[in-house]
């Protein structure tokens, strides 16, 4: 066999970063990261590493696209899963496969919709992207429910204050979703009851022997989303 190329060299080694950097992100937590700690893992001077990843910054940049864009193909898989079936049942697929991968994933979940590291900031042009298909996502399926007449479009709806209505609507026409700003206003509820509820579970919010079967809890809660979703008013 030839030897690997300088780009498979390179592509090998940042996945080798990433894969220790998952793990000391599980053991240790998004503010104690370390490049350094990674490279003496990898049998590398701190220098040579980052002649790959150059900086703690950029590892925790690596680590968020890769969890973001994890957690978007398990709700895309799921999506898949159940095509044909109605806007709803496909949006329940979505929101589960999102909880079960946070579940499953509590730090990188953390990392993403936990608190903010000290001093670091994600850059933009590479995390807005990866970090807004699920949401993307799960109003293209409202959409849907609009367009099949289940969600009430009302204009006359007093969804909020000017300024928000504005909002709202700027986000439809930047997505190109065939929903005023009324449903806007619940879908966007709908998001924070899916975030809220995963991060009530996932961080031990409720404690421990609250409820024994916190996916049915999940369930009722976005059942009561999407209900709201549904109405013309609240």
Same mark, same amino acid.
């Given at each position: ?38 490279a003496r893992e990898l049998g590398m001077v701190s220098s040579a590493v980052y002649r790959y990843v150059d900086s703690r910054d950029e590892l925790l940049?690596?680590?968020?696209? #890769?969890?973001?864009?994890?957690? /978007? *193909?398990?709700?895309? =898989? %799921?999506?898949? &899963? +159940?095509? !044909? $079936? ?58 849907e429910g609009v367009a099949a007449g289940d969600i009430v479009d009302d204009a006359a709806y007093v969804v909020a204050p000017d300024a928000l209505v504005? #909002?709202?609507?700027?986000?439809? /026409? *930047?997505?190109?979703? =065939? %929903?005023?700003? &009324? +449903?806007? !206003? $619940? ?11 995963t991060s009530l579970e996932v961080f031990g919010q409720y404690g421990a022997d609250t409820f024994t079967e916190p996916a049915a809890l999940f369930e ?15």
């Amino acid at each position: 066999m030839s030897p690997p190329s300088r780009a498979e060299h390179r592509e090998d080694v940042t996945a080798a970063v990433l894969r220790i950097g998952r793990r000391h992100l599980a053991e240790r937590g998004a503010a104690a990261l370390s490049l350094r700690a990674v490279a003496r893992e990898l049998g590398m001077v701190s220098s040579a590493v980052y002649r790959y990843v150059d900086s703690r910054d950029e590892l925790l940049t690596l680590l968020l696209v #890769d969890a973001y864009t994890e957690q /978007a *193909d398990a709700v895309t =898989a %799921a999506v898949e &899963a +159940v095509r !044909g $079936r109605p806007w709803d049942e496909r949006l329940l697929a979505a929101a589960t496969a999102f909880r079960s991968w946070a579940v499953d994933e509590p730090a990188r979940y953390a990392l993403l919709y936990g608190s903010p590291v000290p001093g670091y900031a994600a850059p933009p042009e590479r995390t807005i992207e990866p970090g807004t298909r699920v949401v993307t996502a799960l109003l293209r399926l409202v959409a849907e429910g609009v367009a099949a007449g289940d969600i009430v479009d009302d204009a006359a709806y007093v969804v909020a204050p000017d300024a928000l209505v504005e #909002d709202l609507t700027r986000v439809g /026409a *930047d997505l190109d979703l =065939a %929903a005023g700003p &009324a +449903v806007l !206003g $619940r879908a966007v509820a709908l998001w924070a009851v899916l975030v809220g509820a995963t991060s009530l579970e996932v961080f031990g919010q409720y404690g421990a022997d609250t409820f024994t079967e916190p996916a049915a809890l999940f369930e009722h809660q976005l059942g009561l989303a999407l209900a709201t979703l549904r109405a013309a008013t609240p």
